[in-house]
């Protein structure tokens, strides 16, 4: 991990429009804010998507059209704290279907906390967890025997940009038998004063999440960015239906960072591009999916019609 971290840094900061990519917000300290921002007030996708999870079980259940008798994988890819998660593995257990919950995540830590929580509320879950980075986790996943129920929630996929986002659903589609189901979690396009806010909190949770971006750097690449010399400016831009986070240069500065042997130099608001976080509507679900033989087969959207989960189904042709 550390060679790739180092080479991407590298990239980012030396490209004419510098960017980070956000798959590397995810340390230990990350996680946590992250956990802390999934619990915002703000941060409306997970009471969202939390109420698909908790109201609509059993729709969410009918739509996989899961065969009872038969054993299956339940992989769920970014798997996070698992709280919406977990709604769906009590109600399926109820219900006497048989599955093993097999959690993926970038983070170690991350599938450590989530292990324990379900060690210790859903004993008889069987499970395992896997780490890695999703891309490189489904040329594994295609070998398993079992029929397969994929999750990938809350808009993970957002934070890809829509020509790796296709990339990644032809992937997933290859590493699926027909029949085999996703479940897409998908935020959804709508205005600008309840999304900014979302990216933007009052407690500057957001900021301290990219900034620790740079702290990263400082950590485990020997950098020595000021932290006070940067400040965090998230947009949304409604029609384009992107919110994105950048981290602004407040000053020109150079920043060494000791294991590239490298100086880089940052103009006063010269910007870090640290993030994407598409939003949806069903035409550019229906685009990212096209190129894959994932098709919709079904969507359930939360009370506030802010969130959507889409049911995808591997076909034939
Ligand atoms: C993980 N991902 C879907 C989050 C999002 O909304 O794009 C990450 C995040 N970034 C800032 N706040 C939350």
Redesign the pocket.
């Known amino acids: 991990m550390n060679a790739t971290f180092k080479n991407d840094v590298d990239l980012g900061l030396s490209a004419p429009t510098k960017y980070l990519p956000?798959k590397y917000?995810y340390d230990k300290k990350g996680d946590a804010l992250?956990v802390e921002?999934m619990n915002m007030p703000e941060?409306y996708?997970t009471d969202a998507e939390h109420d698909i999870f908790k109201n609509q079980t059993l729709n969410l259940i009918s739509a996989l059209k899961i065969n009872k008798t038969i054993n299956f994988d339940l992989i769920e890819l970014?798997a996070?704290d698992g709280i919406k998660t977990k709604e769906l593995l009590k109600t399926l257990k109820q219900l006497g279907f048989k599955f093993t919950f097999i959690p993926v995540d970038i983070s170690q830590n991350a599938l450590n906390n989530l292990e324990k929580t379900i060690k210790k509320e859903l004993p008889y879950i069987s499970m395992n967890t896997k780490q890695g980075d999703y891309f490189n986790v489904l040329e594994d996943i295609k070998w398993f025997q079992k029929p397969k129920v994929i999750l990938f929630l809350?808009?993970?996929i957002?934070?890809l940009k829509d020509g790796k986002a296709k990339e990644f659903i032809h992937k997933l589609s290859l590493a699926l038998n027909v029949n085999d189901k996703v479940i897409l979690g998908a935020?959804l396009i709508k205005p600008k004063s309840i999304v900014l806010p979302?990216?933007n909190d009052s407690k500057g949770i957001?900021k301290r999440?990219n900034i620790n971006l740079l702290e990263r750097i400082n950590r485990e690449l020997n950098a020595n960015f000021d932290l006070n010399n940067f400040k965090h400016q998230p947009e949304y831009n409604e029609k384009e239906g992107i919110?994105k986070?950048f981290l602004v240069s407040t000053k020109k500065q150079n920043v060494e960072i000791g294991a590239l042997n490298k100086t880089f130099t940052f103009y006063k608001n010269e910007r870090i591009h640290t993030?994407n976080?598409r939003k949806y509507n069903d035409t550019i679900i229906e685009d990212i999916t096209k190129v894959s033989k994932l098709k919709i087969i079904d969507k359930l959207t939360d009370s506030k019609n802010y969130f959507a989960d889409y049911i995808l189904e591997k076909t034939a042709e």
């Open positions: 956000s917000f992250f921002i941060y996708l970014g996070g809350g808009s993970n957002g934070n935020d979302a990216y957001t999440f919110a986070s993030e976080s």
